[in-house]
């Protein structure tokens, strides 16, 4: 068999060209749990401050072992999608669970938060439907956006970000369609900014519009008892659609959910593509979620500690004379300017033996390349100052300090 060599050699030449420019990705390789110290191949131990890890619930060994038990009763699998051959009692579970944390009346679960959004919005929207999207939402929101204007011919715009004004323009501007949807992130992860709920729940109404929120960085997070930005705001049961994760404070697995209605859990269930044609969630992570949720209700106090690590961080990382966005959440970016700026920062801190992610264009705008601090409730108070201490070095070395 001879293989296409032209179409390799492009692919090839575009790779040098990353490299050339200084953004080329490497991956880490971790040879233990992922915590707030890890073991890292070629480097030995070294601080995480780049992980959605927020709650340390990756390495619990409640969760652990959830998920451990949910693979020998259940088996690897279902092998096929829920409705052909049957769905496991754990994922019924899992999914009252969810509706009960995040304060709906249902929930459904899929393979990832990706596929969860993916799902939404193709599914419910239709030829004659609206849906406006925040400008800085989460890429598989505008991916789910871009296939729903595919398959059922929706129209859509984006708002500036956070401005309410040019949202009820849009609005406005699409008052004959049958239907609007407003999408938007609850935490904004390359920002650390939370999304302005109860605004956006007057403006849904006022405009006879629906509102999804991706509650991804806020499920865990956010709220008094982690319950995310609804319960931060104190709107809990007042929004209509939540998308969340299980891959990032609940454990850190894999795997997502849309949560509302039962109306449209269920419709979700007839109708979703990635719903009829994918496998269901492995049963060890339904296991290892539902632990998960269960522990943050039994545990409330892991959601405060994660809150004081993160105000104890950006004051020090401040103090130290740098200048993060400002926000209250664990994630705290650090503008550096250029792409290539950003991955350098975050080689040297490696170096240094802390591990955190500079992110570039086109994750982020061109000049606002940042190295983004993740802080995490399984950090402790040295753990903090010596990422703190790592960055002054490195800090001062680049001249950003």
Known sequence: MTLNVGFTAGLE????????????????????????????????????????????????????????RGLRRYGAGTASVRFICGTFTIHRDLEEAIARFVGTESSLTFVAAWNANEALTSTVLEEG???????????SIIDSIRLAKS??????????????????????????????????????????AIAKLPDLIDIARRHNAVLAVDDSHSTGVLGETGRGTAEHFGVLGEVDIITSTLGKALGGAAGGFVAGSAALCDYLTQRSRPQLFSNALPPTVAGSSLAAIELIERQPERVERLRENARYFRERIIDAGFSPLAGETPIIPI?????????????????EGVFVTGFGFPVVPQGEARVRCQISAAHTREDLDEAVAAFVRVGRKLKLI
Not at 132 to 139: C, G, M
Request: aromatic share 4%; proline share 2%; with cysteine.
């Open 13 to 68: 030449a575009k790779l040098q060209q990353l490299r050339d420019d200084r953004v080329y990705k490497r991956l880490n390789h971790l040879a233990s749990p992922q915590g707030a110290r890890v073991q890292m191949e070629g480097r030995g131990e070294v601080l995480i401050l780049s992980s959605n890890n927020y709650l340390g619930l990756c390495d619990e060994p409640s969760v652990i072992d959830a998920g451990i």
């Open 129 to 139: 439907d609206f849906v406006v999207s925040d400008a800085l939402n989460h890429a």
């Open 151 to 192: 398959i059922v011919k929706c129209t859509s715009a984006v708002y500036k970000h956070a401005d309410l004004d040019d949202l009820v323009a849009k609005l406005e501007q699409a008052k004959g369609a049958k239907r609007r949807l407003i999408w938007t992130d609850g935490v904004f992860s390359m920002e650390g």
């Open 335 to 351: 503008i550096v300017g250029e792409t290539a700026s950003a991955i350098q920062m975050s080689e040297m801190l490696l170096d």
